[in-house]
């Protein structure tokens, strides 16, 4: 997982920018808005694409589940947050990792931040409970290491 490992590297490293909280709340909006971005790519149920943990032809990796098969929880809130926001390339880009060819495009430019955070928290509220706390573990971990904002409540 390329991305994951670079991404994972660059935290490590402190150099994570970016927002630091997610509200919980909305997740009906969530919902909706995971419908009308997300599914066509990371599947209806979150299941994402077939073969999602081989390359294809073009080189890169298809759409990951955001369920519990997946990885997306093995991040912090402000790296989901950067990459829903700016894309697989410009989140990598903004930890240091510059050249990085990712098919998950920025969505900045469509959604609005609390929008965003909407989306994130609906796709947290499908997992149990101990990837929830797993992923509160990275965020907090993530904060530490990331600009020295305040880790969310
Ligand atoms: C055009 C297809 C497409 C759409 C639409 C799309 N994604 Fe993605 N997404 C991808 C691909 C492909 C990847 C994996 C590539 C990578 O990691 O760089 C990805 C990766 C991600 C990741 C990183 C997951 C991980 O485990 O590293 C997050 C978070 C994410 N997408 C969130 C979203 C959200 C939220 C939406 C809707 C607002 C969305 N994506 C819409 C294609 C898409």
């Given amino acids: 997982m390329p991305a994951c490992g670079a991404a994972a590297m660059a935290v490590a490293a402190g150099m994570l920018v970016g927002e630091p909280s997610l509200a919980a709340d909305d997740i009906p909006r969530g919902a909706s808005l995971y419908a009308e971005h997300c599914a066509s790519c990371h599947g209806e149920r979150l299941e994402g694409a ?13 759409a990951p589940p955001h369920d519990e098969t997946g990885h997306t ?23 240091g990792v510059p050249d990085f060819e990712s098919g998950m495009p920025g969505f900045g430019h469509v959604l609005g931040d609390e929008e965003i955070r909407a989306v994130l928290a609906f796709i947290k509220s499908t997992w149990p409970e101990a990837i929830r706390r797993h992923q509160a573990q990275v965020t907090g971990q993530e904060a530490e290491a990331g600009s020295g904002e305040q880790a969310p409540p």
């Fill in 73 to 95: 929880w093995h991040h912090g809130d402000r790296l989901l947050f950067d990459y829903t926001k700016l894309g697989g390339e410009g989140a990598l880009a903004a930890l």
């Fill in 50 to 62: 077939p073969h999602w943990r081989t390359r294809g032809a073009d080189g890169l990796y298809p």
